[in-house]
């Protein structure tokens, strides 16, 4: 059983950065594809961005282009998510999310991260 665990949120003013990253438990971490979600109060977990695993290929949710970048280090078997230009909207609980398969649901899932933009 693979365990995610999310790091490097926090408080941060408007316009500022963040970079959060996603330690997998296993050094040998077999996924198709990682990504990042997020929850804000009151409001369904939408997607931010996803990185296949194998080449590196991204993309990202709208609200997310432009501003944030995925990237993944498999020495490391970790997953980062730059964030500047954050903006209040982007409060919420940020998640990583592994997913094995090509297509479906994603399997693993961390426990989340707290961001807080201040306006």
């Known amino acids: 059983q693979v365990q995610l665990v999310e790091s490097g949120g926090g408080l941060v003013q408007a316009g500022g950065s963040l970079r959060l990253s996603c330690a997998a438990s296993e050094r040998t971490f077999s996924v198709y594809r990682m990504g990042w979600f997020r929850q804000a109060p009151g409001k369904e977990r939408e997607f931010v961005a996803a990185i296949t695993w194998r080449d590196g290929g991204t993309n990202y949710a709208d609200s997310a282009k432009g501003r944030f970048t995925i990237s993944r280090d498999k020495a490391k078997s970790t997953v980062y998510l730059q964030m500047n230009s954050l903006k209040a909207e982007d409060t919420a609980v940020y998640y990583c999310?592994?997913?094995?398969?090509?297509?479906?649901?994603?399997?693993?899932w961390g426990q989340g991260t707290q961001v807080t933009v201040s306006s």
């Open positions: 999310a592994g997913r094995v398969q090509i297509v479906g649901t994603y399997e693993y």
